[in-house]
């Protein structure tokens, strides 16, 4: 079968690897379509804090369920059924797992990061790790995980509420998503970013209040004169760099949520002091829950989310290599890139 592999940093190739094959409580199951992940991403760029090579990439993916090995009924699982995973495994017996703590584990090992993703023909998994997609779409079941991210980072730590105002720096997929998310619950939320493209698309895809391009020194100056120099109620970092961490800490109201989503391999050294004289309050924000994926297959079922909008290019298996490149050099211009493991 075919498999996509980084054997190093700035290469992708397609190799031939043998079929798994199903233990005991795991299915086989056909991938259908994968998303690019910003780590995946990462990982071809050199820069993913995580990343180890050779690595074969990809956590965010629907399937067709092939064979179960085993009795899969109290889960709900069938063969021929279209799903999705949770690509996160946690270790069980650290302090965070004993605690329900799932999300951030202690050893935590997701796929294709810490371990092989899933960007192979065919895979294995879990039963208790696969969910029913409920009929959707199998390319906008693969962007369900990634809007659990956003949701968890902006809904579970951010808690944004009704009246909030909110703002969400990068545009990316988990940006622009964490952007849908908190406008679900009722907020006012803009978005900023370095490109004008992502900022646009985003705002009018997803309805959003308004976009801030984030190219100076004035970008506080632009935030203040949106809130009438009150500061955002829950600022979001969805990027991974010390300037835009410094700049949520910056545009923050006092005793505002700041959330850390985005992942990097850089210090920063600031005035921690201002921490203490907004009394802000800051959460990291790592992985999702399983209630997350249930909730949000229910919510993009039921037609409140359109996750095909933030789809912008498709490529076939054979073409990943040139996914991986394109999406490398011109992510200003894409938001979601999928493979279509079928084509």
């Known amino acids: 079968m075919k498999t996509i592999i980084i054997p190093k940093p700035g290469e992708v190739k397609i190799i031939e690897t043998p079929m798994p094959e199903p233990k005991e409580g795991e299915a086989l199951l056909k991938v259908l379509r994968g998303g690019i992940c910003g780590s995946d991403l990462g990982t071809y760029r050199g820069t993913f804090a995580y990343a180890s090579y050779p690595r ?3 956590h965010e993916f629907s399937a067709r369920i092939e064979k179960l090995n085993g009795d899969a009924s109290k889960y709900g699982l069938k063969e021929g059924m279209v799903v999705t995973c949770n690509p ?11 605690r329900g703590l799932l ?3 202690e050893h935590n090992e997701t796929l294709g990061a810490q371990r092989d993703g899933a960007f192979s023909e065919y895979i294995t998994m ?7 997609g409920k009929g959707l779409d199998p390319a906008e079941l693969a962007a369900i995980e990634p809007f659990c991210i ?11 509420k009704k009246g909030d105002k909110v703002l969400v720096i990068g545009a990316g997929t988990i940006g622009a998503l964490a952007a849908v998310a908190a406008k679900s619950q009722g907020a006012t939320v803009y978005i900023a970013d370095v490109a004008q493209k992502k900022i646009d698309y985003a705002v009018k895809s997803f309805n959003l209040d308004g976009g801030i391009i984030n190219n100076g020194d004035d970008f506080v100056e632009k935030c203040m004169k949106i809130t009438d120099n009150k500061g955002f109620d829950v600022a979001i970092e969805a990027v991974g760099l010390p300037s835009t961490f410094q700049n949520a800490i910056d545009v923050a109201a006092f005793g505002a949520n700041v959330v850390l989503i ?3 391999k850089k210090n920063l050294d ?4 201002l921490l203490q004289k907004k009394e802000l309050n800051v959460y990291g924000s790592r992985n999702a829950l399983k209630k997350d994926f249930l909730n949000l297959i229910d919510l993009v079922k039921a037609g409140k989310v359109d996750l095909k909008k ?3 290019n498709t490529y076939r298996l054979d073409d990943a290599p040139q996914a991986f490149a394109d999406f490398a050099a011109h992510g200003a211009d894409m938001l979601k890139v999928e493979i279509d493991f079928t084509a």
């Open 56 to 58: 074969i990439p990809g």
């Open 88 to 98: 996160y495994f946690n270790c069980t017996k650290c302090y965070s797992c004993e």
């Open 103 to 105: 999300n951030c584990c």
């Open 126 to 132: 879990p039963f208790e790790r696969i969910y029913d």
């Open 150 to 160: 956003s949701y968890h980072g902006a809904v579970t730590r951010g808690q944004v």
């Open 262 to 264: 985005g992942v990097g």
């Open 270 to 273: 600031f005035n921690f002091t």
């Open 310 to 312: 933030a789809i912008t």
